[in-house]
């Protein structure tokens, strides 16, 4: 999807648009000025390299909307803003080592540009950088950032280690997208509302909202990684597939292929076309059993075969599921323009990947 989060989310209303837009710019600038914040040249250069190749931004973003439910205009709004955005830079360069990513925003990754231990440091610069920015904020503030820091480290490592013995692979995944990926988006969304001085009922409506939100947006992405023909922001078609990095429908085609059913919807499969359903979900999880999918015949069997299946509505369901949780939270909110753009982001996170 081209174009900023502010772009993309475009408010109806006028005023709110043009207080976003000068909000948005203020924190672009600081967050250029607080990444090279450093008496080297090489960080101050590895720092704003990603930052430099663009992001659309959606955390700052969610955090001036959560803080359109108290007052805007408090300074601390536009720190939260920069320490989020420096804390999401930050797990990229790291995001990207672990992945081995030749790619980031369509350009390479600070690992290729560099190598794994540079993008690993200024990772951590950038965490650190985020973590002085934060020292503004009040001590509420500075505990969710430190409670989400520690929710989104918490679900690298689940990712790493894997499913426990026992423990039901697509569960594991919801688990790890709520750590790794939510976390920072409902903190955004509710820092906004705890910076600007909103009531106790908001604040906790903020967080829920963006966490539902969080999930269903990682969630899409799953599926874009399978059914897109075209690279969006430098990611190939099949990219976590090919990398082995596990995704909510290969997950459940390796489950639906394991229990027997062949057909997601759990119909019985006793005909020639059932048959046939069971065939190619068999055949799926002998190429997705194997691990990462590096060989582009069997890559591009896998992508035709997820394509075909029923598990593609099944992850599209699930993102549905959790962009109505999201809906409902936003719902409990005062009327006012912000909620009608927190609840537009839920339309748009089911139509990316429709």
Known sequence: ????????????DGELAGRLRKSMAAVEARLRDAAADSPDPLIVQAAGYLLDAGGK????????LGAEFGDPETAEVSDAAVAVELIHAASLHHDDVMDDAPLRHGVPSAQIRWNNKIAILVGDHLFARGATVSLELGEAARRAQAHAFERLVRGQVREVAGPRRGEDPVEHHLEVVRDKSASLIALAVRLGGMCAGADA???????????????????????IDIVSEADRAGKAPGADLRAGVPTLPV???????GDGSGDAAGHAAGDAAGAGEDAAAGRLREILGAGAVVDDGPHAEALRLLRASPVLELARAEVARYAGEARAAARRLPERAARDVLESLCDLVTGRSA
């Open 57 to 64: 931004r959606w955390r700052p973003l969610l955090v001036l």
């Open 1 to 12: 999807m081209a174009g900023s989060a502010l772009e993309q989310v475009a408010p109806a």
């Open 251 to 257: 997950l459940l085609a390796l489950r639906e292929a």
């Open 201 to 223: 009922a908001a604040v906790r409506a903020l967080g829920e909202y963006g966490e539902a939100l969080g999930v269903a947006f990682q969630l899409s992405d799953d599926i």
